[in-house]
């Protein structure tokens, strides 16, 4: 499963560099997830690190994007090696 951004957000700035994918970014109006490199932080840490320090609580699963815990280690092991590879 991937993560997403509810427009509750208050554009704080605290989610995006915790996000050890690089999957969170300023979009237009407010900071969005890419679906693709978002892991729920499966492979760094026990829990999804932009959702412990959101203040407002804006950030749940997205269902166009509901993945297995397998399917997760999957995307963590092919985001790892893209960035071995630079």
Same mark, same amino acid.
């Given at each position: 499963m991937a993560l997403i951004i509810t427009d509750e957000c208050i554009n704080? &700035? #605290?989610c995006e @560099? *915790? $996000? @050890?994918n690089e999957a969170i970014f300023l979009g237009p109006e407010i900071y *969005? %997830? &890419? @679906?693709?490199? $978002?892991t729920e932080c499966v492979g760094h840490f &026990? *829990? @999804?690190q932009c959702v412990q #320090? $959101?203040? #407002?609580?804006c950030i749940p %699963?997205?269902?166009s994007f509901v993945e297995d815990r397998e399917t997760l280690w999957q995307k963590y092991r092919r985001l790892q090696l893209e960035v071995k590879r630079l």
């Open positions: 704080c &700035d #605290v @560099p *915790e $996000c @050890p *969005e %997830i &890419d @679906p693709h490199k $978002c &026990d *829990e @999804p #320090v $959101c203040p #407002v609580a %699963i997205n269902p």
